[in-house]
């Protein structure tokens, strides 16, 4: 039974016998020592001296006290679990009284510095394990063909992405309720049927991710923009350079180690931050739930960095927004991520990482396989349908 906070009672609180035996039965949790205002009727709260609870919620009272303190200390009461979630959020430091806006400053200075400190963790162990320091060596993605600094930077970015989304989420979740995975969703379960149908759209989103990333290669900035473009071609290049060389797994523990760091910890850790957290945040912000998805999915695809991908990852962000608003379920979307990102390193693994990039980019795009993307992208809206409508029904009978 944590007890959040007693002020001034130890000095002349002692409970009784009774009292404790009752406090033992109960469910209740938080021991709040609260002072009588001069209307019986209502209760003040130095956790919260801003607000008054009327007597109905307090609970269970059972305690001596001290005689000369009558006037002033009167009882010590227990509030129910749920009206401590109600009230403070389910947690002292309570975020959910913040704004939209001071939320978001919150993660703004949250991450960079969780990211800062699992960067450092990382330099450490890869200073120790493979012998590659990472903070004095820039030329390090220059010699990503030696063993000791491919592995160092497979290490860096597990790291990284732990720090930079699974962190903070979890700091920030538990901020605002004392049960974090209760707040992202993560104990609940979505309908069995959108699990499947969900998998299935991700295997047949392919042809028509393929056309839409020919669109985003067609289009170009505007001239004052020129610079901007050229950055960002260049940051696509370097990424598929870099994305090659970890998709070179000649073991199966070189897939274990890269199902892990490209599937299972982008699965967990992006959607908790993006789903989870900021499209609640920008929802509540713009009071909008759609527009709480799409700038969410256009942050979640900026965050990348890859001009050519930025249609297709939105997209794939606004999917995964929307599974999350229908099924009220962050596992959904988790297990969208998982498969899209497996899939890709498992078929690499197989047919070898450039037969798969020559077909993984060329299916619905090839002459004559407009028909094909046209099938998927009716497939796909028959089975979003079908999610939102078990989803419905599902909360309908709950």
Known sequence: MPVHRLRGAFPHLMCSIAGLYRLCQLSWHTVICVLLDKSPSILYSP???????????????????????????????????????????????????????????????????????????????????????LLDNPTLLDQIDQPNVLSALKLIQILQ????????????????????????????????????????????????????????????????????????????????????????????????????????????????????????????WTKNIHLGVWITAILFSAMHMQFYGFLPRMMLGVLFGYLFVWSGSLLLPMLCHLINNGSAVIFAYVAGVDEFMDQDESLGTAEGETLLTLTSALAIAGLLYMIYKKEKEKRSTA
């Open 161 to 284: 992405h732990i720090g930079i989304f699974i962190v903070p989420t979890l700091v920030f979740a538990y901020l605002i309720d004392r049960k974090p995975l209760q707040y992202l969703r993560i104990n609940k379960s979505a309908h069995t049927i959108s699990y499947i149908g969900a998998v299935i759209i991700i295997i047949l989103a392919l042809p028509l991710i393929n056309w839409m990333i020919t669109i985003n290669e067609a289009m170009v900035l505007p001239e004052f923009l020129t610079g901007l473009e050229t950055w960002m071609k260049g940051m696509e290049e370097s990424a598929t350079g870099i994305t090659k060389k970890f998709l070179i797994m000649d073991s199966p523990l070189d897939l274990t180690i890269n199902l892990f760091m490209i599937a299972l910890i982008p699965a967990i850790g992006e959607e908790m931050l993006f789903r989870g957290v900021l499209q609640r945040i920008f929802a509540n």
């Open 47 to 133: 956790i919260h001296p801003d607000k008054l609870f009327p007597n109905s919620y307090i609970f269970a009272l059972r305690c001596a006290l001290d005689p000369t303190n009558c006037a002033k200390l009167r009882l010590t009461a227990i509030v129910p679990e749920e009206t401590e979630q109600e009230i403070t959020g389910g947690s002292m430091l309570s975020l959910a009284r913040l704004s939209p806006g001071m939320q978001l400053l919150f993660l703004f200075f949250a991450i960079p510095l969780s990211a800062a400190i699992f960067t450092l963790i990382g330099a450490f162990l890869n200073a120790y394990l493979f012998d590659v320091s």
